[in-house]
């Protein structure tokens, strides 16, 4: 384990970047939201990549980008980034299994899959490692995050249909000497973030960062013999180096290690049963290895090179069913940019090869031999953005994929910005998504034994065809009150859908492409209040339609709700060096897959919210105490429900009658006719608890 985390920690990344030379030496003041100075009249300057690929003022970008530092997920710490995307607005981290926590990443209302997830402008999480991987990459290495709603296909390809969340991590010269955040809850959870940095010789900066969390009490609140939360400890090494090449060109690599041992499950499980059919239980292994860098290349011309390679293993058994799969993720891109007059161009080639293999009929040929999965999408793509005059530019954009499956895939975009003034400032988007669909078994509702996965014909490419039209005002008062609101009014129109069906047969999930069309629809505003006396509110709120339009039918997505609010109100007391943070979200009623008619779980999830409170204090030298409480109200989906896990008593189906169709019939011992399912679930099911920290920096 040691020799692993010793070798896997070798050199490491900066994210890509197109203007790499003027992002690594900007000197701007980057003002990010909820990192506003009290000095509220300085110009608000932040700088973004993920919009058009290139370092630029957000203010000037045509393309709306929300930024989010450290300071604004501080104000509720959590160890990972999936926990701490809960308080932006328009993103729901949703769990999918009421017993191992696997989860996925929700914008606007779209499923997991339509997210992509980039670190440092790389697709380093997708297929296989959003499952368990998002859990592993710590907060501590975060720079910023950048997320763009909404399809971003054609510069950043497939995945990227919902929107991208691009995690910046830190470069090793903004980083301090060394670094610690230690936290603790009352349910024994605990994390420790280390970081430092070290000048290996001159013009080379290396910043290492460790993670370790773990949770090792079994919980069992609402009394099902079952574990609330999978038990965990995971353990996460990042290192990056970052070198000076002659006329300030970048080289920079970074590479990480994950590994996670979780189970859930049975109360009474333990190690002796994985596998067996005696006590349920779910254990997952996991190990991630990741590697990537950018490289500016010697030449005149501004040409930048992007890398990365994953590997990522899981060794899993739920219940007596055992998945034990492999993927390798190479990605590279090289592109150039040019600024020409009023033109500024952008082009590039990227490649990306994925290989999969398990041990499940999914890679199993014909003549019934072990056929790996083996997925080589190239591209090319090409972008202008052209300054009109002061106040008006307009950005168009074509890329062109090859998938060996479906063919040639075209998709343009366009976008215009009206800039009056910095202050207020309109933006129009517009453009074609496409996904290219990879149905990897981990589908853990097929895992758990309760359902089958059913692929029914050839499945397509999907389709989408979006606008959205984003207006930005800033308001200054002459007492340094600031105020910035934001409005987004968006758009997508799908065809060629893939929806998982789980109410035609409740024993399967059937994918299939819709015979119709899927609709997004939506109004999302945000909201941020900096007043000169120290209160800050930061609000956000959604409101969204996603259907499904199949035989003149028209329905509504499961697990998908009409509106989402989340807030961050936070209140400094100066003399006193202390800071109270009060963050919480809400999330209307959403449709929840039964096994049934008979099923008496309630069909749709009601009105809920979780809502924390944190107190710290920063009175001493390179010091910070923290805590507070999570889940003020105590909330947890069980509320109005018999049981969440259906026939959580007889895991294994034993006592269930299935009729020649193979449906499950009711008898007096099983009166609601259903199999075992813990793939009812919409909300975390952790309960209220306090929480203790302390961090330390040193520069």
């Known amino acids: 384990m040691k020799l692993k985390l010793f070798c896997l920690t070798a050199v490491l990344p900066l994210m890509f970047h197109t203007q790499t030379a003027s992002y690594d030496s900007l000197s701007v003041n980057t003002l990010i939201r909820d990192t506003i100075t009290e000095k509220v009249s300085s110009s608000i300057d932040e700088v973004v990549i993920s919009g058009t690929m290139k370092a630029v003022k957000r203010l000037e970008s045509p393309i709306p980008v929300e930024v989010y530092s450290p300071a604004f997920f501080r104000k509720n710490p959590t160890p990972n980034i999936f926990d701490a995307l809960q308080n932006v607005n328009g993103v729901r981290p949703q769990l999918n299994c009421n017993i191992c926590s696997t989860g996925d ?23 296989l490692g959003t499952v368990y991987g998002l859990t592993g990459i710590p907060n501590s290495l975060v720079e910023r995050i950048e997320i763009v709603k909404g399809p971003a296909s054609s510069l950043y390809g497939s995945e990227a249909v919902g929107g991208i969340i691009n995690i910046i991590t830190k470069k090793a010269g903004n980083a301090p000497a060394f670094s610690a955040d230690v936290m603790s809850t009352t349910w024994a959870e605990n994390n420790i973030d280390l970081g430092f940095q070290i000048k290996a010789r001159p013009g080379t900066t290396l910043l290492t960062g460790i993670n370790y969390y773990s949770y090792k009490e079994v919980s069992d609140m609402n009394s099902d013999r079952f574990t609330d939360v999978p038990l965990q400890k995971r353990i996460s090494v990042f290192q990056k180096w970052n070198f000076r090449c002659p006329e300030n060109k970048l080289f920079s690599m970074a590479a990480r290690y994950m590994y996670e041992d979780r189970w859930g499950g049975d109360v009474r499980w333990n190690r002796s049963y994985r596998g067996g059919n005696e006590i349920y239980g779910e254990s ?44 390798k993720v190479a990605f590279g891109q090289l592109a150039w940019d040019r600024r020409l007059g009023k033109h500024d161009l952008l082009a590039g080639a990227a490649v990306r090869y994925t290989y999969y293999d398990d041990n499940t009929p999914a890679t199993v040929n014909h003549s019934n031999n072990n056929q790996p999965d083996k997925v080589l999408l190239p591209g090319i793509f090409v972008q202008d953005e052209i300054k009109l005059n002061d106040k008006h530019s307009v950005l168009g954009g074509l890329r062109f994929d090859y998938n060996q499956s479906h063919g040639s895939i075209f998709t343009p975009r366009f976008a215009y910005k009206w800039a009056p003034n910095d202050e207020n400032i309109l933006r129009f988007n517009a453009g074609t998504g496409f996904r290219v669909v990879n149905l990897f078994t981990e589908d853990h509702a097929a895992l758990t034994g309760s359902r089958d996965i059913l692929i029914l014909n050839g499945l397509k490419p999907e389709k989408s065809y979006n606008a959205n039209l984003n207006f930005t005002k800033k308001f200054y008062s002459e007492s340094g009150t600031f105020l910035g609101l934001e409005a987004t009014a968006f758009y997508t129109y799908f065809t060629n859908r893939i929806v998982p069906d789980y109410e035609t047969d409740v024993n399967k999930i059937i994918y299939d492409n819709l015979e119709g069309h899927a609709v997004s629809r939506g109004l999302s505003i945000n909201t941020d209040l900096n007043h000169h006396s120290g209160v800050k509110f930061i609000l956000g709120a959604t409101l969204m339609e996603n259907t499904l339009s199949e ?41 929840l897959p039964l096994l049934g008619d008979l099923d008496p779980r309630k069909p749709t999830s009601p009105w809920w919210s979780i809502q924390n409170i944190q107190l710290s204090y920063d009175g001493l030298k390179n010091w910070e105490i923290y805590g507070g409480v999570k889940n003020l109200l105590n909330w947890t989906p069980n509320r109005g429900n018999p049981f969440l896990i259906a026939r959580n008593h007889d895991p294994f189906d034993q006592n269930v009658v ?22 009812y679930v919409y909300a975390p099911n952790q309960g209220i608890r306090g929480f203790l920290g302390v961090r330390f920096k040193l520069d």
């Not at 209140?571 to 979200?585: E, F, P, S, V, W």
């Open 105 to 127: 990443i929700h914008i606007n209302g779209l499923e997991g899959p339509y997210t992509m997830v980039l670190i440092d402008g790389m697709p380093m999480v997708s297929s």
């Open 284 to 327: 997952i292994y996991t190990q991630r290895a990741e590697l990537f860098g950018a490289y500016q290349l010697p030449v005149r011309e501004s040409m930048n090179l992007a890398f990365s390679f994953v590997h990522h293993d899981q060794d899993s058994r739920y219940g007596t069913l055992s998945y034990i799969a492999n993927q």
């Open 551 to 591: 035989f003149g039918m028209r329905s509504h997505q499961l697990l998908t709700e009409n509106f989402t609010g989340t807030w961050a109100i936070s209140y400094k007391i100066r003399r006193a060096r202390l800071t109270l943070d009060y963050t919480g979200n809400v999330y209307s009623p959403m449709r």
């Open 658 to 679: 299935f009729d020649p169709l193979g449906q499950a019939v009711a008898t007096p011992e099983n009166p609601y006719a259903l199999t075992f399912d813990p793939t």
